[in-house]
């Protein structure tokens, strides 16, 4: 067995219960099927729905799956702006964009302002916005943009915010009107700009009937939907065992076996397999430091680590 000395270091190679980030890329594994059937989608469609139940991976599909997909593209430079609507769905969507012009600081924040003032100007505000960044009009048509708006629920409950005795009518309906601008804005994109914008929007979906409530966003998410499916098991032994490999670890087959057969029936059987990973590593990371060895993960770390709060 090699040995390694004090001064070593080893990524973690698992991430827990958040979702995968695009610097996260490297240990992205078991999703190469569901990354070809997105990009293709992607590609055909100017605006595509990725659907799925809680913890089923879609962010992670997008951020550390498709973007990596596409910067290997050779035919065109991806330009990506991510967000999400939060309460204030303009004023994220005006940073991403400022996010595109490659300041910093106050500098960033001046142009978030300037394109906030566009997009709330007219339904045109995206296209006008795009066309205000330097690095887009360098490129001259060889380049596209694709903006990812990551947990589109987040807008969609505004559509039910009357419900909400305790809310002030006022703040509801300026809620309510934010979010059918913003909606009108992505679909006026798409309809209306060249085909170098692309918009992809991931929701959850027990959300997805709220879709309704938007002029013309129902249409939109049925052309062009792709539903998440659940990790097959050998997608999930490539999630258990690759990180650990990339990584200069090792692990034992019974490990991998309970694991896998914990989580057959756990409906959020990602974040939590991700979760006991992330522990088991730590355990055997902090044994291997003690025996000169590098990481050995056991079915005791993996017994220990289920048994820990």
Wanted: charge should be neutral; proline fraction near 5%.
């Amino acid at each position: 067995m090699s040995s390694w000395g004090a001064s070593t270091v080893f990524d973690q190679p698992f991430i827990g219960l958040r979702p995968f980030e695009y610097s996260d890329r490297k240990y992205f594994f078991g999703r190469d099927d569901e990354v070809d059937v997105l990009e293709r989608q992607v590609k055909q469609n100017r605006f595509v729905a990725v659907v799925g139940r809680s913890g089923c991976g879609k962010s992670s599909l997008i951020s550390a799956g498709l973007r990596p997909r596409l910067e290997k593209v050779s035919d065109h430079r991806w330009c990506w702006i991510g967000m999400r609507p939060g309460d204030a769905p303009l004023r994220q969507l005006a940073l991403g964009l400022a996010g595109l012009t490659g300041e910093t600081g106050d500098l960033s924040e001046a142009w978030a302002d300037r394109f906030e003032r566009v997009l709330t100007k007219s339904s045109f505000g995206i296209g006008e916005a795009l066309g205000l960044i330097p690095v887009l009009r360098e490129l001259e048509g060889g380049g596209r943009v694709l903006l990812f708006v990551d947990q589109f629920e987040e807008l969609l409950r505004f559509a039910n915010l009357g419900s909400e005795r305790s809310l002030d009518p006022v703040m509801v309906a300026e809620r309510r009107d934010e979010a059918t601008r913003f909606v009108r804005l992505l679909l006026t994109a798409v309809k209306l700009l060249r085909p170098s914008l692309h918009i992809i929007v991931s929701i959850r979906s027990d959300f997805i009937g709220d879709c309704a409530r938007f002029h013309g966003l129902p249409e939109a998410v049925s052309r062009s939907q792709f539903l998440v499916p659940d990790m097959t098991r050998g997608q999930r032994e490539d999630v258990i065992r690759k990180p650990v490999q990339l990584a200069g670890g090792q692990i034992d087959p019974r490990l991998v076996q309970r694991a896998l057969n914990d989580s057959n029936d756990d409906p959020n059987h990602l974040p939590n397999l991700q979760h006991a990973m992330v522990r088991c590593w730590e355990h055997a990371l902090h044994r291997g430091k003690r025996e000169v060895n590098r990481p050995h993960l056991t079915i005791d770390d993996y017994t220990t680590s289920a048994s820990l709060p």
